[in-house]
């Protein structure tokens, strides 16, 4: 569908869009190019990333994203993650949304539900009483969910890590099984809620997803303005 935008179309309410995908499925490069797109179309737009964003969950996210891969028990993990999502849904995310401030959030509570949940057999209705207990009844406006095969993602994640010389690789050390069982509850959380999920096949191009994602968004905000 050909939704056309005008800059009257930007308006309130702010929207909240998360990017969701397995290792090396391109959604931070993705959700820095929908900030930019909207930053660039006269939008008033924040870019965060979980887990962090705020101050104090930044300081968790080092926790979370270095050292052994078997560090933390899963129970253990999701109660980090809940404690750092706590705070970056208090003093950052949810303060933006009520200013009128659009939030792109690279990774959110899917993430959670699909590795902690999915990957590692935490509850689901465990993982449901931390989210209602901190972020409440709100859920994104629009969820991306970028899907690429385990062995593709991983092979990604490697390359850049090894470029980038960063030594956040915790999670990829778990191992190709843990990675299916965490594509796999992508894939049934998107089809729980086919309206707020928007599944691309992360193999394409970086343009043709750019595009896909964009063409969405035009759509999402067409359909706001209009009612």
């Known amino acids: 569908m050909n939704c056309a935008l005008n800059r009257s179309d930007i308006v309130q309410p702010a929207r909240f869009i998360t990017f969701e995908g397995g290792e090396g499925s391109g959604k931070t490069t993705q959700s820095k190019k929908l900030f930019a797109k909207l930053d660039e179309a006269g939008v008033n737009v924040m870019w965060t990333r979980e887990p962090g964003g705020s101050y104090g969950a930044e300081e968790i996210r080092s926790l979370l994203v270095k050292g052994e891969a078997n560090r933390w028990a899963p129970s253990t993990e999701a109660l980090l993650m809940f404690a750092a999502r706590d705070d970056h849904w208090k003093t ?46 709100v859920q994104p406006d629009r969820t991306y969910l ?82």
Not at 195 to 201: A, E, H, I, Q, S
């Open 92 to 137: 950052w995310i949810e303060p933006a949304l009520l200013a009128g401030t659009w939030v792109i959030c690279d990774r959110f509570a899917d993430s959670s539900y699909a590795y902690q949940g999915y990957g590692k057999g935490v509850p689901l209705d465990f993982l449901n009483t931390l989210y209602y207990s901190t972020v409440g009844t």
């Open 146 to 227: 970028f899907d690429v095969p385990v062995d593709i993602g991983l092979a990604r994640a490697h390359t850049r890590m090894h470029q980038d010389h960063t030594k956040e690789d915790r999670f990829e050390g778990l191992g190709s099984s843990f990675h299916e069982r965490v594509r796999t509850g992508f894939k049934a959380l998107a089809d729980a809620e086919p309206v707020r999920f928007c599944m691309l096949d992360a193999t394409q191009s970086i343009e043709i997803l750019e595009a896909q994602v964009w063409q969405d968004v035009k759509c999402l905000i067409s359909a706001t303005a209009h009612g």
